[in-house]
């Protein structure tokens, strides 16, 4: 069995042992290409969906690109449209300080990239297309109960299957997940195989199909990581003398990387459960509709973070893969936002009510 939470986190645990009090199990994918069966729980595999129901399409208003050529007054405007945006940006980044040094330093390259890189002569402008052929929605994940201990079920049902609208959305970014949540023995004849796809935005928004090697971890809250010393800002999902001395223990000097509690307290890569991740700024907290907050369902993540703190210590037979190669590094090919999460959350009281969706 893989095991890949960070020796480290002993440390972090002998200096806060309160945390475990607040700890809840996560289930760590590990995606790996392979082909998978309706039985199996996979990522971007066929699912066990019921003969009589229809497959899930999306009939918002989706987006269509046309591309032009552009002038070279129209040019050189969106050339310095682009500088200023990604000015603004960097300039927002540098405030929050060094609570999101790999964010600064990208955006850094990016402004770099605008200023002195080619301008384009061809623009791609979006429009709304008001009715079109409804889009159908592609396989997420497939995840029974018998393969996620810990994972807390809607009632009643063992199986959750979550697909998504591969198109681009008039009313905002990213995909447009769906999740269902079933009981198996209810389901008497399966459908044979899933619709074609009939329109997709870009190939990193259609999950390649890939077996799963669920490993148990534990997660501990989400913590305000803004290192502003004039800053009092708590996300207060631990008591406020707690996440103060973590955050205290946290800015301390010499304190290496991997040794972060954002590092040891969040597992990296698709994930299901657990809690949110630590950030400058809590929007990632929301509550539902009904007023009981909400709690991850699924975190999809362009990269599996192959080398750094969350590397195998047991489990010689699982194939991990070389953190140099990307095709390793990115298992699922899945890329659907600009820093590669996407989140859906549940409610926590009753995880058939609305879900949210977040990207970072
Ligand atoms: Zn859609
Ligand atoms: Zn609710």
New binding site residues.
Partial sequence: MISTTPAQRALLLAEFPELLDFARPALRLHPRPGVTEIGDSSVGGPLLWPADEPWPTCTEPHLVERVSTLSTEESARRHEDSIARRRRSLEHLEKLGGAVPDLVEQARAALAKAEFGPRHMVGVSREAEPSGEPVVMAPVLQLFERDAPGIAFADDSDLVQVLWCPAQHASGLGPRPVVFWRRVAEIDACREAAPALNRVFRDSWVPLMCVVHPESVLEFPPICTLEDETSTGLFGLLPASLETRIREWDAAENLPEELSYVRLAHAPGWKVGGWEFSAPEDDALVD?????P?RPLLETYSNEELAGPWSPSSGPDFVWGDPENWTDQEPTGVKVARNGALWIRI????PR??IDVGLF
Avoid: E, I
């Avoid at 539902?288 to 009981?292: D, F, Q, T, V």
């Avoid at 409610?347 to 009753?350: G, K, P, R």
């Fill in positions: 539902c509709a009904c007023g009981a909400m409610c926590s009281v009753n009510h609305p």
